[in-house]
């Protein structure tokens, strides 16, 4: 990639090409300078969370590829940081499931829609709402936050977002769909309101989903109701804090990690 020079022996190699990526959508105008400031916010609790997995995300992963699978119109919400960051991992997830890709932004011009949609489909997205999609509003949420395709994510029932803002992410769940939300930050309102939260980088959790739908796509469809109905949100978050915790306490009493 242009401008990527970073060696790979580099300690924060991953992290550094992350924000390569966003510097980059960026200056092509998919990301926002807001985003750059969330990127910052997310980079703090995977650096405080180890950047890795855990068992907490792990769980929420399996449940939203069941719940990708299952569901009868499931939506994949992309802003300019998802796109930035996962255009190719987006572009797998929607091949594997059958999902629709909506672009969905809290900053919304046309024109970056247009750009992330053109960015994306320039990754091979195929199964994506065009910028000219029939429109409609989010109850409740004013202004062009509310803005939405009435063929994607008003007729959806399952939606998958990431990196996402509280208020929208609290209208979608009033709105009556159920929502996965990809939120490094256990604290933040869409981690608290979406019904499946998934504390996990972005990158990650959407390569880790893809995995588990390629698990899961062959069981019965009873099996994956029963995965989704034993799934228990509140307990994931409980996992979470308590994994910030523990890493906490051994760098207190050992002031090293
Ligand atoms: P809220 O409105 O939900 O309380 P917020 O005001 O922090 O949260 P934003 O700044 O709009 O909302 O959202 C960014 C959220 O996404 C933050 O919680 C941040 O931790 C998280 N985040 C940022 N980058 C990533 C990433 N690469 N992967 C996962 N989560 C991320």
Redesign the pocket.
Known sequence: MPGFDIPKSHPRYHSLV?REKLVAGFRLGLVVP?GL??????????YLLGEKSHEFALEAERVTAALLLVSRRPVISVNG??AA?APDEIRILSEETGALVEVNL?HRTEERIRKIYEFLVDHGVRNILPPDCGKTRVPGLESKRGIVCKDGIAAADFVLL??????R?EALVAWGKKVA?????P???????ANIT????????TQNIISYVRELKERERSELIAIIDKYDNRRILSMAFQALLDRLSVAVSKGIL
């Open positions: 992350k807001e400031i969330a990127h910052g916010r997310g980079e703090t609790f995977d940081n998802y960051l809290f990431a990196i996402e803002d509280g208020d992410t939300a990809i939120d490094l930050n604290f933040s309102r869409t981690a608290q309101k998934i504390v996990d980088e972005a990158i990650r959790a």
